[in-house]
């Protein structure tokens, strides 16, 4: 499934983190949007906090959106 979003957030594995890629490459392992914040910050956009992670169209959210973490 091709996406045209860069960040893409994928469903809760069974420890409740969820894989996160950013422009096709793996940022880790988040378990809360403050966790997708930080990605965001290292892939250079040093002003994003959870707000910004909760209302960007730059994410695709996979298996449920921001408020879900657990299977």
Known sequence: MATDRPVVVYPPDEEGGRRVHINGRIA???YSVRDIAAFMQEAGLQDWDEMDVVRSE?????????????R
Not at 58 to 69: A, N, Q, S, T, Y
């Open 28 to 30: 880790g392992r988040a």
């Open 58 to 70: 730059l994410i695709e959210w996979r298996g449920g959106g921001p408020d879900v973490w657990a």
